[in-house]
């Protein structure tokens, strides 16, 4: 029943209470937008929202033999191996929350309702390309911009994110620069010895933004040019391989048809001088992204005048004899691969841990344009391999931001216009975490933030309520801004040689409050945030 295009469920027609439960004979009976829990004695099956009164239909009877139906809407079919506490009873209504089976759905039901807000923030981050996750201390941010990405990348786990080519974490601090995050210049030991050597690399962005744009560009290509493409970088490597080699042993290797000789390479560019100029200070380059573009163009390079007249092409100018003699060269190796395919467009997720704690504007510099303008090119102010950049439509952004710390740097209109912004709350955990939640401290501290909260429902982004700032709170600040997160509110236990919780060692609780939760709090006292008349309930924790 659940398969239909309008899924249902259904009953017989009895005359008891279990039966007029479902078809809404009595007043306490299934009523619309109920959660319902459709199980096989104790094997669960799904959980289900409630969509129609009660109805009978000729058509489905004659599939299922029930008599009254209703429709549903499936919010989650169960893949776990959990059982049903209980196993009597066709339908009941459970009212105490204090059974285990109200305990049950309930924390089920909340679980889904977390992937729904999950996945409504990953349909967004789809629309946007870019989100910033915002919120009070404690909320999770940093673990929903995890999930976020694992639910992005089909994985079921954030512990598969490590090590994951697709998913890279950075963490924002006030000295961060655009040379830390996006290209910057580093010193290198000089290979003709003394001194160092100043190179512009990729960094954190660039380079996690190549990778995105590398398999965007793949997946349009045909098998045949992949293939094409995969040769000659097989070539291009093995070269670079021996490049390296003779360095080490203390040899230049010639350019053939010149006076020149390899003197250095890096990962963008091979570094060449002539052999009547070799003190010379500075070595002419050139890039190997220009290698590959002479490659693409598919053409049949005869004589060195045939690469000058495609200059226009190419980063690096007037050294088309030295391209052309290196380029055939290359193409004559005997390396190859074996076989190609196509691969699909995979998403790529860089996650940026306090985010606002940086200068953006400065951090980000002209990609503030290629964030909003995907698959256009922006000129960097540093050379590695060119000066274009691009952020390709394949890569997102999600950023976190702690809305209570006011020291750190503020996100300009132009900013915030190419960013979604997505609120995280706290919220109560009493139902995923049981006993390991201190709802009472939680209570306490919320209330010292918030006047009307429920605390038997959750606040997600699009939630209707308006939070009424508490008493003890002044006038300058939002609730949702400050008001602690839930995760101080967690049971910690004592951890193994491998990471695993003992949950038989409980850490003592009081020694997050007197060291984590009190300061915090006190501190908000000593920056305006709460009144005065809020230290003795912060004493009293």
């Known amino acids: 029943m659940l398969k239909e295009r ?37 094997k669960i099956i799904a959980l289900c929202q409630v969509l129609s009164d009660s109805f009978e239909s000729a058509l489905l009877q004659s599939k299922y033999h029930n008599i009254h139906y209703r429709k549903v809407k499936v919010l989650d079919l169960y893949v776990g191996d959990k059982r049903f506490p209980q196993s009597r009873s066709t339908l009941q209504r459970l009212v105490d929350d204090q059974t285990n089976s109200w305990k049950f759905i309930s924390s089920y ?68 620069t655009y040379e830390d ?70 040899e230049y290797l010639d350019i ?67 391209y052309f003699h290196l380029y055939k060269l290359i193409i004559s190796r005997e390396e190859s691969v074996a076989d190609a395919a196509t691969p699909d467009v995979k998403p790529y997720i860089l996650v940026i841990d306090e985010i606002n704690r940086a ?16 698959g256009e090119s922006v000129e960097s102010m540093y050379d590695v391999g060119g000066r274009s950049l691009m952020l390709a439509p394949n890569l997102y952004i999600i950023g976190t931001m702690n809305t209570a710390d006011r020291s750190v740097g503020h996100i300009d209109y132009a900013i915030r216009r190419r960013f979604a912004f997505i609120d995280v709350l706290p919220k109560n ?53 400050v008001w602690l997160g839930h995760s101080y509110f967690i049971q910690q236990y004592e951890k193994g040689w491998q990471g695993n919780l003992l949950k038989d060692q409980p850490i003592d609780f009081h020694l997050r409050v007197k060291y984590e939760i009190k300061p915090i709090l006190l501190e908000y006292i000593k920056d305006g945030i709460l009144k005065e008349s809020a230290r003795d309930i912060i004493n009293k924790l």
């Open 429 to 481: 955990l009493t139902n995923e975490l049981s006993s390991d939640f201190q709802i009472e401290q939680f209570k306490i501290v919320s209330e010292l933030f918030v006047k009307n909260y429920d605390f038997n429902a959750d606040l997600i982004d699009n939630s209707p309520v308006i939070l009424e700032r508490s008493d003890y709170m002044t006038g300058d600040f939002e609730p949702k801004d």
């Open 109 to 176: 039901y909340q679980h889904v309702r977390s992937k729904f807000m999950i996945s409504d923030c990953t349909k967004i981050l789809n629309y946007k390309k870019q989100v910033i996750l915002q919120g009070p201390p404690g909320t999770g941010k940093t673990r929903t911009a995890k999930l976020m990405a694992a639910e992005l990348l089909g994985l079921s786990d954030t512990k598969d994110l490590k090590d994951n080519d697709q998913f890279k974490l950075v963490q924002f601090h006030p000295s961060y």
């Open 359 to 374: 200068n953006l504007s400065s951090v980000l510099g002209e990609l503030i344009y290629a964030l909003e303008y995907r």
């Open 256 to 322: 053939p048809g010149t006076t020149a000789q390899i003197v250095d390479i890096t990962e963008t560019v091979i570094k060449y001088k002539h052999k009547n100029n070799m003190n010379y200070p500075y070595a002419y380059t050139l890039l190997f992204t220009d290698f590959i573009k002479l490659n693409e163009l598919g053409r049949e390079f005869k004589t060195s005048t045939d690469i000058t007249k495609t200059e226009e092409l190419l980063e690096r100018k007037a050294a088309g004899t030295y």
């Open 6 to 42: 309008e899924p249902v469920i259904g009953t017989g027609d009895w005359d008891n209470i279990q039966c007029h439960h479902f078809t809404g004979k009595r007043s306490d009976g299934l009523a619309i937008n109920d959660i319902v829990l459709v199980r096989e004695g104790t």
């Open 181 to 250: 995050f996006v290209r910057g210049i580093v010193a290198k030991p000089n290979n003709d010895g003394g001194g160092v050597l100043y190179d512009a690399e990729n960094k954190t962005l660039a380079s996690f933004a190549n990778l995105a744009l590398e398999n965007y560009r793949d997946s349009g290509k045909s098998v045949s040019t992949l293939k094409n493409e995969l040769n000659f970088n097989e070539k291009l490597n093995a070269f670079k391989n021996d490049i390296i080699d003779s360095l080490a042993k203390g």
